[in-house]
Structures are given as C-alpha cells and as structure tokens.
C-alpha cells in the first residue's frame, strides 16, 4: 500500500493543485485531486484480474477547472437541489445561488468541486487514505455559519473504498455532503450503461416535479420502472413510459434507504456488469441514495484519452439526505448547529463474479 504526490498543475489563481495515487497492490488503485476532492482515476480488476479505470473524468486539471457534471466531485455544501434556491432557518430567510433553472444545484456556481482542499496522506493497518479539509465562509453561495469540512477517503487491502465525512459549523446551517462519481464497471470509456444490473435496496423512492424538486412524498416503488429490489438490467425499463422517467430523462431519482435517517451503516445498492465481472456495492449511512444514469451526458464533455462521453456512459449512486429538505419539513433533516458534528461514511466495495 502506498500514496504518491505529484502537481496536477496551475489553477487561474496561481495556486498549485496535486495528484495523489493511492494503491493497494498492481490493480486497486485511485487518483484523488485536491481540487474538488475529484476522484479521477480508479482501476479495479475484472473477473480475469485485469484491471480498468472505471470512473469518468478528465486528464488534466483544466477539465475540472471548466464547467462539467461533477465527474468525481465532493458535492457541497449541499448535494442535489434546493427549490427556488432559498430556506428559512430559524426565521431567517436565506438566498442561495440559483445554478438550474429555478434551483440551487450541487452548492451554487462555486461549489466545493471547486474548491481547492488541504490534503494530507493518511495510513491505516488496512488502509491507505487521503484527509482533504475546506472551510467553506460565512455566507459562502448564501449559506449561513463557517463550515469547517473534512473528507476522508481509504483505499482498504479489501479492495474497498471507504468516504467519511465530517463538519463542523459556528452557525446553524444545511449540509448534505456527497460524492458524484460516475462508474462504469466495464471501464470508463466502455459506451453506455444499460446492460449493467441494479440493485437498490428500497421499498420507495423520492418523487419529483418536471423541475426534478420532490412533491413532498415518498411512492412505493411496487409496480414502477423504480423498482430495484432484486437485480435488473438498468436499460430495460429505462424508456417506459411513465411520469417520473419523462421528468428525469431516465433514472434521476433519490431511493430511500432509511426514511427515519438514523445514520446507521445499511446496503443501499449493488451493480454489476455481465462482461467485466464487476461487482460494486454500497453501503451508506444516508437516508438515500441517488440514482443518476447519465442522462444528461452528450458526447460534449471530452474526457480520458479523448473519449467523448455519450447519454448514459455512466451512473452514479450519490449517498445523501433527500433534495429540498431544508424546506421539506418531513424529511430527515440536514440542519447542523454549532457544537454538533456532521458525520457520515459511504463504502463501495468492488469485487468479481
Ligand atoms: C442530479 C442530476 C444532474 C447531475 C449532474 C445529479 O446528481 O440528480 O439531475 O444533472 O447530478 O449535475
């Protein structure tokens, strides 16, 4: 096990963001950036050991730097959307940056995917991991309270890897921390999704509106294209037709792991791809996880080795509390207030079939 550093390169600022390399052997390995805590590179074996990048990304440092879909991306201090980008906390309303149509998306224009980490390597008998801190101001895309914000990622001898996430505020605020890397597991640059199979381990799923804010509900997945509950293909009922898959382009949908949000470590998902072998599952502390099948990708987004990422070329499986809650009363909450710690774990375990 070990982790490398080397510059990654200049940021328009002229500060210098790195590279690190964290491996576990010849075939499990991960290129973390300090810049928006990317995870741009992760090579896992397939069924025959051989091992393949399977997450989108970029080469260089001016891929992340541009505008882009979170590839790899920390996502705060808010993961997913906020309706009309505004809460009330406490009496007080507050006025965030409005990045999608009507919402706040992901943290406003200036997310943490875009901010520059402190990174520093960590070592476990197990393990080999990086710490990466922010603190995100007061007022920072018009959140209230200084956050101080800390990402743990581990690459473990168990070929798993384990994010923690931990905050701190001297102000009540809204977090919901997440990580959007796009996968798959037949290698990044291996054409679309579909034939991979889902599981997702929920009873009911988060509706939303045309401008993909939820209703307020949750709906039973029973007899929906949503129903993940044993394994299935993800293109087979991908274009049926049905409210919530028009709304969504496809898969977009927040699936409710623990509607209580007890923060307890439970199975969200599981993936694997027929012609690799890969296996990957999730097990999250969230109340959900959302499940987002690349159906805003156009081929315009230029990434690795010059590969032009199509519709669908990815999923992702962001752990984290539903959208909207800061103004979904019945949801679980994502208020913290000072003297509180903000503490979460998503682990993706990668093996073979
Ligand atoms: C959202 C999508 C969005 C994508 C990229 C996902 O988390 O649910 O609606 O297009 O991120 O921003």
């Not at 964290?22 to 928006?36: C, D």
């Amino acid at each position: 096990m070990e982790i490398t550093k080397r510059s990654f390169g200049m940021l328009p600022d002229g500060s210098e963001a790195d590279l690190y390399t964290l491996s576990v052997g010849e075939v499990f390995k991960a290129e973390i950036t300090n810049f928006g805590g990317v995870i741009m590179s992760l090579w896992t074996p397939d069924r025959h050991g051989s091992a393949a990048d399977i997450v989108l990304g970029f080469d260089d440092l001016q891929g992340y730097v541009n505008k882009h879909p979170y590839f790899g991306s920390i996502v705060g201090r808010y993961g997913n959307r906020i309706a009309g980008g505004g809460f009330v906390l406490d009496g007080v309303r507050y006025t965030l940056a409005i990045n999608n149509g009507p919402n706040h998306l992901h943290g406003g224009l200036h997310g943490f995917d875009k901010a520059l980490w402190k990174a520093e390597p960590q070592q476990r008998d197990d393990a080999v991991g990086l710490r990466l801190c922010h603190v995100s101001q007061d007022g920072d895309e018009g959140y209230p309270g200084s956050l101080e914000c800390e990402v743990v990622y581990w690459l473990t001898k168990g070929h798993a890897l384990e994010i923690h996430y931990s905050a701190r505020t001297d102000a009540p605020t809204h977090v919901n921390l997440t990580n959007h890397s796009y996968f798959n597991l037949n290698g990044h640059d291996a054409g679309d999704i579909l034939g991979h199979e889902m599981t997702l381990f929920a009873e009911y799923f988060v509706p939303v509106s045309e401008v993909l804010i939820p209703t307020g509900q949750l709906q039973p997945v029973e007899n929906t294209p949503l129903d993940f509950r044993t394994p299935t293909v993800i293109g087979a009922r991908i274009n049926f037709e049905h409210e919530q898959l028009r709304y969504g382009l496809g898969y977009d949908h927040t699936f409710v792991i623990d509607a209580q949000g007890r923060g307890e470590l439970r199975q969200a998902a599981a993936a694997y791809a027929p012609e690799s072998g890969r296996v990957m599952e999730v097990e999250t502390m969230e109340p959900g996880v959302q499940f987002y099948t690349g159906n805003f990708l156009d081929g315009s987004n230029v990434g690795k080795g010059g590969v032009p990422y199509q519709r669908r070329n990815g999923f992702c499986l962001e752990t984290q509390h539903f959208p909207d809650s800061p103004n979904q009363p019945q949801f679980p909450s994502t208020v913290l207030r000072p003297g509180v710690l903000y503490q979460t774990a998503t682990i993706y375990h990668f093996s073979t079939r």
